[in-house]
């Protein structure tokens, strides 16, 4: 048997890696292995599995079990691989024998060790090869799907830092290998990942020293010694001090050895004092925060320059292509990049605005930043040629031999960029565009999304300051999601603030909570959210294209569904245009980066971008034509969700509406299931969303429908949340409307939620509610459901005699109604109050007749019910071969799709007392 642990914990035996069962198991396997070749005792294990004092009373016989189950899994019957260690016959503990070999988190720690006897002997080569070989075990976070626990939890942390000490010896192999190019990419993430870990920083310094940049090594020391003086008020420790000395006084002793495959000195290291070329870069943003990966990418990328003196066998010129949508700082990332490389082309560094996607400008000729590029090479303006090819071929030729980086900020197309590529080893450029230039050859290309959660509060800090954000760290948060993590919002709300001193953070909160008004808030001084927006927008709005109109009134109807993303599908919908007409309106956006590509058919606007499109709409856009575009997506939501749920559970019953095809076709129950759990986010947004007191009376309709559809997706799968805000909203809507059957039907719904709450009051009196309004609409089909429901409430509350009361009216109106699947759900709720009472043969009268009535209606979520509660019922009076039987069937019920899945857990817990009883373990789960 082998064990896994670096990642998923896994077990080997035969062919293939296999995960283990339920996370009981998985956790008693975890606590062993941590402790492996170790007695654990079995008051340790208990309080492993069920946390300290909080063990059933029958958790020692639990763990028999979980014990008995994991030796069939490891084939250890005979106990001795998990050995059991007695004292008497009472077992003590257990010990998991484990060889070495078997287990990969001690493989691990040997060729770490392996690697680090070889550095110390002087071999780096080795010793690198074992360290590689070390890391490459690792397939995540260590026990990734064990829960945790105090053991699994230190063992799980001893791990993780055991990998980043073997990173660090693997590093310092490869440095004193000569291989500090190769690392620094590397190297730079890590430092910003633990920005403490001086060791790494040392290693950061010493590879960017040798690899000619002296200043950037320096420049790594002065950033760590400020962030340890402000966070931590102390200095760096006397090694990392004395190596910033040796680098201040460019000792040539910290230069590596030449080996055998050693990396050369970059050429630009060589040239950099030469000072030769233009040098024509903008400051770098002093607010620049993260993009730690991005820059990483970059410099990996630059290192791969050729070297101009290798003739034929350079590489050719090096292109990264950023793009990303208005505002998410692309151009700063390829400045501040621009910066970093600076030293590694000694010829000169050109830099142009195209003026791509600028407010009130004209993109450049190619012809004219030509006209530029020569000319700062020194080539006399009467020397231009008017023609942009002979231009270009021109600078290719002066290109030629030389280290020039180009920077192509803000491209408008592929046809502007190409003639102004240099050719040739030695040349990089950085070109950044809303566009996505794939037809740009050679380009690598880097796609830039808006900032995470902590660099975004990182770059408030820079622009506010650091003691103003800490001060609020809430408000902080709030505002960068409010600025929807996007650079220049961010930016500019850190102008404002840093503009006014005395403003709490939580002042701009609340300007920036008003949706309306955000755009508003978000300019300062010649810096506006919206300007960047309307750029981009008014490119499609004058754009001639069929697909140009087809897009533009996209984007501006896309904003009046909310949610997180919207379907191909739903879009069509939307804009009752057909599905391929649609796809190219929306990929036409895409291409824009105004609308983002989640999938093939999925599509996501930023936050900032829709309250854009939204403006535009109410500009543009007819009240009509926004209002009948809602009511499409809606009903496509509605009818498709109503589709859906009876795939899942065709005994739902449904109000009368119109007959109309979904939008959305479904296949089959999984095909459904999906559907809704993809939508869902949508769904109950789009719910909210209809019932605004504002919407007009066919959009809260929808909203109702569509309510009531996700009743019977939220309730078996214990959305209790959701399900309560959904029918709160429906309640209210219903009464507006003056609909009393929506209301009802809304109230059994929120009794729902309040079941699944535990809130059984609450349940009762909305059910009574409910009762009232059936009767009073004389709707023989609600009061049966409701009346059922209430008497289970009832059952929950103890009061089994008012339990009986109301079921035998309701059972005696179903019969009289013919209504099979009612009398179902009836039997079911009378069994269970005579059991409450101690009739326990009555009981299983009822609950046998529910039993045979649900498979012959095919009622699969009461045909578990019922096999439940009669083996509930039976080993309550001790009958546990029965009992377990009952259970055994009713395991695989729950399994189908659309069935009750947190019901699974409560079978799978009730099998526990037969299977002890018995001596046998469960079946399969």
């Given at each position: 048997m082998r064990y896994r642990v670096l990642g998923a914990l896994e077990l080997r035996a035969g062919e293939g890696w296999a995960s283990l069962g339920p996370a009981k198991w998985r956790t008693l396997l975890a606590v062993l292995l941590c402790h492996a070749n170790q007695t654990v005792s079995t008051e340790r294990l208990l309080d492993e599995l069920w946390g300290e004092d909080r063990a059933p009373r029958s958790a020692t016989k639990l763990l028999q079990t979980y014990v008995s189950r994991l030796r069939q899994t490891l084939g250890d019957e005979a106990g001795q691989t998990l050995i059991t260690e007695k004292q008497g016959y009472k077992a003590q503990g257990y010990r998991l024998a484990v060889e070495a070999a078997e287990f990969d988190a001690h493989r691990?720690?040997?060729?770490?060790?392996?690697?680090?006897?070889?550095?110390?002997?002087?071999?780096?080569?080795?010793?690198?090869?074992?360290?590689?070989?070390?890391?490459?075990?690792?397939?995540?976070?260590?026990?990734?799907?064990?829960?945790?626990?105090?053991?699994?939890?230190?063992?799980?942390?001893?791990?993780?830092?055991?990998?980043?000490?073997?990173?660090?010896?693997?590093?310092?192999?490869?440095?004193?290998?000569?291989?500090?190019?190769?690392?620094?990419?590397?190297?730079?993430?890590?430092?910003?990942?633990?920005?403490?870990?001086?060791?790494?920083?040392?290693?950061?310094?010493?590879?960017?020293?040798?690899?000619?940049?002296?200043?950037?090594?320096?420049?790594?020391?002065?950033?760590?010694?400020?962030?340890?003086?402000?966070?931590?008020?102390?200095?760096?420790?006397?090694?990392?001090?004395?190596?910033?000395?040796?680098?201040?006084?460019?000792?040539?002793?910290?230069?590596?050895?030449?080996?055998?495959?050693?990396d050369r000195p970059d050429p630009a290291a060589a040239a950099h004092k030469a000072n030769r070329g233009p040098r024509q870069l903008p400051p770098a943003s002093p607010a620049f925060t993260g993009r730690h990966?991005?820059?990483?990418?970059?410099?990996?990328?630059?290192?791969?320059?050729?070297?101009?003196?290798?003739?034929?066998?350079?590489?050719?010129?090096?292109?990264?292509?950023?793009?990303?949508?208005?505002?998410?700082?692309?151009?700063?990332?390829?400045?501040?990049?621009?910066?970093r490389l600076a030293d590694r082309f000694p010829d000169g560094q050109l830099?142009?605005?195209?003026?791509?996607?600028?407010?009130?400008?004209?993109?450049?000729?190619?012809?004219?930043?030509?006209?530029?590029?020569?000319?700062?090479?020194?080539?006399?303006?009467?020397?231009?040629?008017?023609?942009?090819?002979e231009a270009s071929a021109q600078f290719r030729s002066l290109a030629a031999g030389r280290r020039l980086l180009v920077?192509?900020?803000?491209?408008?197309?592929?046809?502007?960029?190409?003639?102004?590529?240099?050719?040739?080893?030695?040349?990089?450029?950085?070109?950044?565009?809303?566009?996505?230039?794939?037809?740009?050859?050679?380009?690598?290309?880097?796609?830039?999304?808006?900032?995470?959660?902590?660099?975004?509060?990182?770059?408030?800090?820079?622009?506010?300051?650091?003691?103003?954000?800490?001060?609020?760290?809430?408000?902080?948060?709030?505002?960068?999601?409010?600025?929807?993590?996007?650079?220049?919002?961010?930016?500019?709300?850190?102008a404002r603030l840093a503009a006014r001193p005395a403003w709490p953070l939580r002042t701009l909160v609340t300007k920036l909570t008003d949706a309306r008004g955000r755009l508003d808030e978000l300019r300062f001084g010649d810096l506006a959210v919206r300007v960047s927006f309307q750029v981009s927008y008014e490119g499609f709005r004058l754009g001639r294209r069929s697909d140009d109109l087809d897009a533009v009134r996209a984007f501006r109807l896309l904003s009046v569904v909310h949610g997180q993303d919207v379907s191909l599908p739903v879009a069509a919908a939307l804009l009752d245009l057909p599905a391929d007409r649609t796809e190219n309106a929306l990929e036409r956006l895409v291409d824009a980066q105004l609308l983002e590509s989640r999938d093939s058919v999925r599509y996501h606007m930023h936050d900032l971008l829709r309250l854009f499109a939204s403006e535009q709409a109410e500009q543009e856009e007819p009240e009509a034509e926004r209002s009948a575009a809602l009511e499409r997506a809606l009903s496509c939501y509605a009818a498709t969700a109503q589709q859906a749920v009876t795939l899942l559970d065709p005994l739902r019953p449904w109000p009368r509406?119109?007959?109309?095809?979904?939008?959305?076709?479904?296949?089959?129950?999984?095909?459904?299931?999906?559907?809704?759990?993809?939508?869902?986010?949508?769904?109950?947004?789009?719910?909210?969303?209809?019932?605004?007191?504002?919407?007009?009376?066919?959009?809260?309709?929808?909203?109702?429908?569509?309510?009531?559809?996700?009743?019977?997706?939220?309730?078996?799968?214990?959305?209790?949340?959701?399900?309560?805000?959904?029918?709160?909203?429906?309640?209210?809507?219903?009464?507006?409307?003056d609909d009393p059957e929506s209301e009802a039907w809304a109230l059994?719904?929120?009794?729902?939620?309040?079941?699944?709450?535990?809130?059984?009051?609450?349940?009762?009196?909305?059910?009574?509610?409910?009762?009232?309004?059936?009767?009073?609409?004389?709707?023989?089909?609600?009061?049966?459901?409701?009346?059922?429901?209430?008497?289970?409430a009832l059952c929950e509350l103890g009061l089994y005699e008012e339990a009986i009361t109301v079921q035998e009216r309701q059972l005696a109106l179903a019969?009289?109604?013919?209504?099979?699947?009612?009398?179902?759900?009836?039997?079911?709720?009378?069994?269970?109050?005579?059991?409450?009472?101690?009739?326990?043969?009555?009981?299983?009268?009822?609950?046998?007749?529910?039993?045979?009535?649900?498979?012959?209606?095919?009622?699969?979520?009461?045909?578990?019910?019922?096999l439940y509660e009669i083996g509930i019922t039976y080993m309550e009076q001790g009958r546990f071969p029965e009992g377990r039987a009952h259970m055994d069937q009713a395991l695989p019920v729950w399994k189908r799709p659309g069935t009750y899945e947190s019901w699974r857990g409560h079978t799978w817990s009730g099998l526990f007392p037969a299977c002890m009883t018995l001596q046998i373990g469960p079946g399969p789960r």
């Open positions: 691990f720690e040997q060729l770490v060790e392996e690697g680090r006897r070889a550095l110390d002997r002087e071999a780096p080569e080795t010793a690198a090869e074992r360290l590689r070989e070390a890391l490459a075990m690792w397939r995540g976070t260590p026990f990734a799907d064990v829960p945790p626990t105090p053991a699994v939890t230190a063992e799980a942390t001893r791990l993780e830092e055991c990998r980043l000490q073997a990173v660090d010896a693997r590093i310092d192999a490869d440095l004193r290998c000569g291989r500090h190019t190769a690392v620094l990419g590397e190297l730079e993430a890590l430092t910003a990942e633990y920005p403490f870990r001086e060791e790494l920083r040392g290693r950061l310094m010493l590879a960017l020293y040798r690899s000619g940049r002296q200043a950037d090594a320096l420049a790594a020391y002065r950033d760590l010694h400020r962030l340890l003086s402000e966070e931590l008020g102390v200095e760096p420790t006397p090694p990392l001090r004395d190596l910033h000395e040796r680098i201040l006084n460019a000792d040539a002793s910290l230069m590596a050895a030449p080996v055998p495959g050693a990966g991005e820059v990483a990418v970059i410099q990996a990328l630059m290192d791969a320059a050729g070297d101009p003196e290798a003739g034929e066998g350079g590489r050719s010129v090096v292109l990264a292509a950023i793009d990303g949508t208005g505002g998410v700082g692309k151009s700063t990332l390829a400045i501040h990049a621009a910066h830099y142009v605005d195209l003026y791509g996607a600028t407010a009130g400008q004209s993109a450049l000729d190619p012809g004219e930043v030509l006209g530029r590029f020569l000319r700062a090479l020194g080539v006399d303006g009467s020397n231009v040629p008017s023609d942009t090819d920077i192509l900020d803000n491209a408008a197309s592929v046809d502007q960029v190409r003639p102004l590529i240099p050719g040739g080893p030695g040349c990089a450029a950085l070109v950044t565009s809303r566009e996505m230039l794939t037809t740009l050859e050679g380009a690598t290309h880097l796609h830039l999304d808006v900032l995470p959660q902590d660099q975004a509060v990182a770059l408030l800090e820079r622009v506010v300051g650091a003691e103003r954000v800490r001060a609020e760290p809430a408000e902080a948060e709030e505002i960068t999601r409010l600025c929807g993590w996007l650079p220049l919002a961010l930016r500019i709300a850190g509406h119109p007959a109309e095809d979904p939008a959305v076709p479904l296949s089959g129950q999984d095909e459904a299931e999906s559907w809704l759990k993809d939508e869902l986010p949508n769904l109950l947004a789009a719910v909210v969303h209809a019932a605004g007191p504002a919407q007009p009376e066919v959009i809260a309709r929808l909203g109702l429908r569509l309510a009531r559809a996700l009743q019977w997706f939220l309730f078996p799968r214990a959305h209790a949340q959701d399900l309560q805000t959904v029918n709160e909203l429906a309640v209210e809507t219903a009464r507006r409307l059994d719904g929120l009794s729902a939620a309040y079941w699944l709450q535990h809130s059984y009051d609450e349940v009762r009196t909305t059910l009574e509610s409910a009762l009232e309004i059936w009767r009073e609409l004389d709707h023989r089909e609600g009061e049966l459901r409701t009346a059922c429901n209430l008497a289970d019969r009289e109604a013919g209504d099979l699947p009612a009398e179902v759900v009836g039997l079911g709720n009378l069994g269970r109050a005579h059991r409450g009472l101690g009739r326990p043969e009555d009981a299983l009268t009822c609950f046998k007749e529910s039993l045979e009535y649900a498979r012959r209606t095919g009622n699969i979520h009461h045909e578990g019910f019922a």
